[in-house]
Every structure is written in C-alpha cells, then in structure tokens.
C-alpha cells in the first residue's frame, strides 16, 4: 500500500490517520504503529481505477483533524467529505455532492462543529451540530481555494487561494 495523505492528531492524543492510494480505507495507528481502527470512504471503483491507467487515483485528497481530537474530516478526489469519530472511525457526517471538484483542503473548527470545505473553486462551510448544514459557499471564479484552517479559539477561519491571498472569514 502506498501511502498518499498523513494527518496527525492533536496533542495530547497519540494517534494518527493515514489515506492510501488506489483504496477505499483509510487506517488509524497509535504512534506505536498499533492500528487503532479501519474505516471505508465512499468512492465507485470506476473513480479509483479508470482506464488502463496501472496507477490508481488518490480517493483521499485531503485530511484535519479538530482541535480537540475528536473528530476528523477527509476530502475525497470525488468533490465529498467525510467526517469521521475519531475514536471509532464511524461516520458522523457526509457533505458535498459526488462528481464535482476534488476536494484540495478541509478545515474543522476546533470543537468540530463547524467545516470548511476547499474543491476547486469553491469554498464551502458546513454546520455540524445535528444535521449537516451548508451554510454558505463561495466561489473564486477562476482562483482556486487551496488551503484553509481554522483559528484556535474558533471564531474565524482564513483560506489561501491561487491569486496569492489570505482571506479570513467569520
């Protein structure tokens, strides 16, 4: 297995979640390397392996955990994102629609009620407290969003895109 995409866990806990190319799982291991849990994304074969292309394509583009450790969000190749408990690996939301963008860049508030979605030209924010809400969204037009990440204290958020900007947004 190749591994494509690495997210550590905040401190203090002792884990991290790692996406490999060409799969559908993606593995939690305790520091130690113990795996912790397995968990399955969502992706059709025919994503992963089009054509005669002996290389697969990444479904894992992209993984944060929250500030406080309890949950991970992780950006699919498809325009989805999961995110995941991270105790367990269990589901606890699935945003976006399959078949747009990849997903470049994903951000959880520091409690993980709240996600920032980067695909493309679109930036996408998410409630998650209950149900999984699409805020708002924005698009860049012809800049993509390429980054974003959340500030500790959870009020605002700031993204990077292809223009060269830092935007922050509350």
């Known amino acids: 297995l190749i591994p494509t995409v690495l997210a550590p866990a905040p401190w203090p806990v002792e884990s991290y979640l790692v ?10 291991r305790a520091r130690s390397g113990a795996k ?3 968990a399955t994304v969502p992706a059709p074969d025919e994503f992963i392996y ?3 292309n002996p290389f697969p394509r990444p479904l894992v ?14 950006g699919l190749g498809t325009g989805q994102t999961v995110v ?8 606890a939301h699935t945003v976006g629609e399959s078949g747009t963008a990849a997903v470049q860049a994903v951000a959880l508030s520091p409690t993980g009620d709240r996600l ?6 679109a930036l996408r924010l998410y409630a998650l407290d209950g149900t ?6 924005v698009r860049g037009g012809r ?22 900007a830092v935007e922050y947004w509350d």
């Not at 583009?61 to 992780?74: C, D, I, L, P, W």
């Not at 920032?116 to 030209?121: F, L, S």
């Open 61 to 74: 583009t992209a993984m944060r955990y929250s500030a406080n450790g309890a949950f991970v969000a992780v």
């Open 132 to 137: 999984a809400e699409l805020l708002a969204e």
């Open 36 to 38: 912790l849990w397995r």
């Open 19 to 28: 996406g490999y190319m060409g799969k559908h799982g993606l593995a939690c």
């Open 50 to 52: 089009s054509g005669a």
């Open 116 to 121: 920032a979605v980067c695909a493309g030209g």
């Open 84 to 91: 995941l408990r991270a105790d367990t690996g269990k589901t």
């Open 143 to 164: 800049t993509h969003y390429l980054s974003a990440a959340w500030h500790p204290a959870g009020a605002f958020f700031a993204t990077t895109n292809g223009s060269g």
